[in-house]
């Protein structure tokens, strides 16, 4: 057992009271794809003692060149499955739980109460905001990727440190992801490593602190960037995601998507709209407003809007995180 660990365990950080430390944590990874498949490597290799890992997805073809926990012959199974067997196969002491379902609003916070860290591989910035703020309300350590092509951020959040809300209080300026834009598989490897990297730090406890720290990646041109945000405020006013259970009676929901677009409406008493029409809603004092569309990202814009005009109760839906 020593021997397995041993290269790691002459670095002073980490020693055996170390090891000891990543025996006991619990970490809690969301997505198993090209980001999670190097973190969910190499905390398994590190000696990691418990894994809890959730994604609803099933291996495919095209996921092959980025994620290399999967064979061919894994191909049309649950990643979580496949993800399941590759770690115990690398690491048969530890204790790996998989969940095949989508993280939202609704199961987050049961997801986190029992983590140690959480590790967002998940490349959904709805999946990203709704773990920050759960993180954020139960002070647990959080770590998130993004990446596009061959550039992207990772940082530390949480905790003893500010959210993403506090770095990032503006929606996105697109809802691009790698599968509608592109990526390059070793690109993505870095950030997924650096993911690993920042966690295990994290659970040693070491100093400097990744949390409250941001590091920019751009492989394309060789460039590293970073900062430090451990003084930045959190915003005045966030706009929480909801689940459609959360929905309530006297709820004004907004359908953002279109018919060709979404056929059958997510929320059965929700009213179709334009997002001109809807962000010019007239001002109802006690009526929560929900917006719904597809990533999040209309709806955040229009939330925007309706929020300079005077609306304080508004609440977003993202079809593809509304577990």
């Known amino acids: 057992m020593m021997n397995r660990y041993a290269r790691q365990m002459m670095l002073p950080e980490v020693g055996p009271r170390g090891q000891n430390h990543l025996a006991k944590a619990r970490v809690l990874v969301v997505g198993a794809g090209g980001l999670g498949c190097?973190?969910?490597?190499?905390?398994?290799?590190?000696?990691?003692?418990?894994?809890?890992?959730?994604?609803?997805?099933?291996?495919?073809?095209h996921n092959l060149h980025r994620q290399p926990l999967y064979r061919m012959s894994d191909i049309g199974r649950p990643k979580v499955e496949a993800a399941h067997d590759a770690m115990l196969a690398l690491n048969p002491d530890i204790d790996i739980q998989i969940h095949i379902t989508d993280l939202g609003p609704k199961n987050a916070a049961h997801f986190i109460e029992t983590a140690d860290l959480v590790i967002d591989s998940a490349d959904s910035f709805a999946v990203s905001y709704i773990l920050s703020d759960a993180c954020l309300s139960s002070k647990t350590p959080f770590i998130t990727a993004s990446i596009l092509g061959q550039s992207g951020y990772i940082g530390g959040f949480c905790g003893p440190a500010p959210s993403l809300r506090a770095v990032f209080p503006d929606p996105p300026h697109s809802d691009a992801t790698c599968a509608s834009s592109g990526v390059l598989g070793p690109a993505v490897g870095v950030l997924g490593a650096l993911q690993a990297q920042l966690a295990l730090r994290v659970l040693l406890d070491c100093a400097p602190s990744p949390l409250g720290q941001m590091l920019s990646v751009d492989l394309a041109t060789l460039h590293f960037g970073g900062f430090n945000f451990t003084d930045s405020p959190?915003?005045?006013?966030?706009?929480?995601?909801?689940?459609?259970?959360?929905?309530?009676?006297?709820?004004?929901?907004?359908?953002?998507?279109?018919?060709?677009?979404?056929?059958q409406m997510l929320i059965p008493i929700a009213t179709r709209m334009s997002i001109e029409?809807?962000?010019?809603?007239?001002?109802?004092?006690?009526?929560?407003?929900?917006?719904?569309?597809?990533?999040?990202?209309?709806?955040?814009?229009?939330?925007?809007?309706?929020?300079?005009?005077?609306?304080?109760n508004i609440a977003l839906i993202a079809a593809r995180a509304c577990q």
């Not at 969910?40 to 997805?57: A, C, E, N, R």
């Not at 959190?234 to 979404?262: H, N, W």
């Open 38 to 61: 190097p973190v969910l490597q190499y905390l398994t290799g590190s000696g990691v003692g418990q894994i809890t890992l959730i994604d609803p997805d099933h291996v495919a073809n």
């Open 234 to 263: 959190e915003p005045d006013y966030a706009f929480p995601y909801l689940s459609k259970c959360m929905v309530q009676t006297g709820d004004l929901v907004i359908e953002l998507r279109d018919t060709s677009e979404a056929p």
């Open 277 to 312: 029409n809807a962000s010019t809603l007239p001002t109802h004092e006690h009526q929560r407003v929900v917006l719904c569309c597809s990533s999040g990202l209309r709806a955040w814009r229009v939330a925007t809007n309706l929020h300079a005009r005077g609306h304080r």
